[in-house]
């Protein structure tokens, strides 16, 4: 690269990383770096966002992630992972009508006890 272009990505750099020519193309050349493996890492990180948030959704209504999904695979429901999670934060009702398709889909949801919910807890300070 030249030594212009060099420079300007290393605006912003602490130390001479952003002004000496040597230091700062090893820098801007590890940060290229970073920025490559990052892009790729980012994907994963949301992918595994996505199925937490699911995960959490369809446990509310006493099934786990891997029965749901595969309930919706038997029912041909091909929505992905994304609108699902978005679905189980911002719709609940929606969410809840499509856990009940893969629960009736697939036999081993419908084994799963539901969670209770305690009632007349109350807390004393």
């Not at 949301?46 to 029965?67: D, K, P």
């Not at 929505?79 to 009736?104: Q, T």
Request: contains cysteine; hydrophobic residues 35%; charged residues 30%.
């Amino acid at each position: 690269m030249h030594k212009d272009r060099i420079l300007k990505l290393a605006k912003g750099f602490r130390g001479r990383a952003k002004n000496c020519i040597r230091i700062a193309r090893e820098r801007v050349e590890k940060a290229l770096q970073y920025s490559y493996r990052d892009r790729r890492n980012k994907k994963r990180d949301m992918r595994s966002l996505w199925i937490q948030r699911i995960n959490a959704g369809t446990r509310q209504h006493g099934v786990n992630y891997g029965n749901f999904m595969h309930g919706l695979m038997k029912e041909n429901i091909q929505l992905n992972r994304k609108v699902l999670s978005e679905l189980s934060m911002h719709e609940p009702y929606s969410f809840k009508a499509l856990v009940d398709i893969s629960r009736n889909a697939f036999p081993g949801n419908k084994n799963v006890v539901l969670p209770s919910k305690k009632e007349g807890i109350s807390i004393v300070l």
